[in-house]
């Protein structure tokens, strides 16, 4: 399946040039409808958050985000509740350096990076593409078929194991329209 990933930093004209005819989709959180659906920011609500004992969620980002422990910040529950999509991020400036994403929402294990994309984020973003937006996971393997489609990302990292930058999403999303989703 003809699935490309590229910056949605990039220009029209540059993507144009290096995908003649290609079907551009954004599915970041500045994508447009129904295409914003697929960013982990957005609020399906009722998402399982792995290892969370029966907690849910808004958003795969508000998980990502309410597990991540720094050296003086443990979880922040509330970021399983943000519905704005924005005011989610917890970030290095503002608490210090991360220790690691808390296994569960009151579990004594740190996971490192590598090993809470596996636990936590992958569990999470993989339910919502089979519950959330199946409709859309079925679309994009039928245009696939038809020609060639490129994802809009604002990172473009599809492999796991690579901890020097974010995951792409919509790398995880070409994985798993193309059955090759990373194993845990």
Same mark, same amino acid.
């Given at each position: 399946?003809? #699935?490309h990933i590229a910056s949605r930093r990039r220009s029209a004209a540059s993507l144009a040039t290096?995908?003649?005819g290609a079907r551009i989709i954004d599915v970041t959180s500045k994508g447009p409808q129904p295409w914003v659906r697929m960013s982990p920011f957005y609020p399906h609500?009722? #998402?399982p958050v792995p290892?969370?004992?029966g907690a849910v969620a808004q958003s795969v980002e508000g998980i990502w985000q309410a597990l991540k422990v720094f050296a003086?910040?443990?979880v922040d529950t509330r970021k399983l509740e943000v519905v704005s999509m924005t005011g989610l991020k917890r970030t290095v400036r503002k608490y210090g350096p991360v220790l690691g994403h808390r296994a569960g929402l009151t579990g004594q294990e740190l996971l490192p990076y590598e090993e809470a994309r596996r636990r936590i984020f992958l569990p999470a973003y993989r339910w919502v593409l089979e519950n959330n937006v199946a409709d859309l996971v079925a679309e994009l393997r039928t245009a696939a078929g038809e020609g060639d489609v490129v994802l809009l990302d604002y990172t473009v990292n599809g492999d796991v194991t690579d901890?020097?930058?974010a995951l792409?999403?919509?790398a995880l999303i070409r994985l798993y329209v193309t059955n090759k989703w990373p194993t845990a």
């Open positions: 399946m003809p #699935i290096a995908y003649p609500g009722d #998402i290892l969370g004992g003086d910040h443990d901890t020097t930058s792409s999403h919509a």
